[in-house]
């Protein structure tokens, strides 16, 4: 993962309540409300899946559920939209590699 996020929150975002999610085995925080695709950018989350024909690397991209791009498993069920569904406090969120 990248250590320089250029997906940057706004100020007001500073006062909302902070949850905790897990990202391939590590813990971030997020805050509630935000969709699993803006957590995992601001976590600087470089791709979210890998395509099965050539396993080439995929991430959030139109965040309106268009393009599919942003696909994760998510607490253990596979092809989740990710700029579709609110983070939860305590989510398992993994990279779909199928």
């Not at 100020?11 to 909302?16: F, G, L, T, V």
């Not at 803006?38 to 690397?57: E, F, I, K, Y």
């Not at 139109?62 to 305590?90: H, T």
Request: glycine share 6%; net charge negative.
């Amino acid at each position: 993962m990248k250590t320089d996020s250029r997906f940057q929150r706004l100020a007001s975002d500073k006062e909302k309540t902070t949850i905790q999610f897990e990202w391939e085995g590590q813990y971030y925080m997020a805050y509630e409300g935000d969709t699993i695709a803006s957590a995992l950018l601001a976590a600087t989350v470089d791709h979210t899946r890998t395509t099965p024909q050539s396993g080439s690397p995929r991430a959030p991209f139109c965040m309106m559920g268009s393009c599919f791009e942003c696909r994760v498993e998510a607490d253990g069920e596979p092809n989740v939209q990710a700029c579709m569904n609110l983070i939860k406090d305590g989510m398992k969120i993994r990279r779909q590699t199928m």
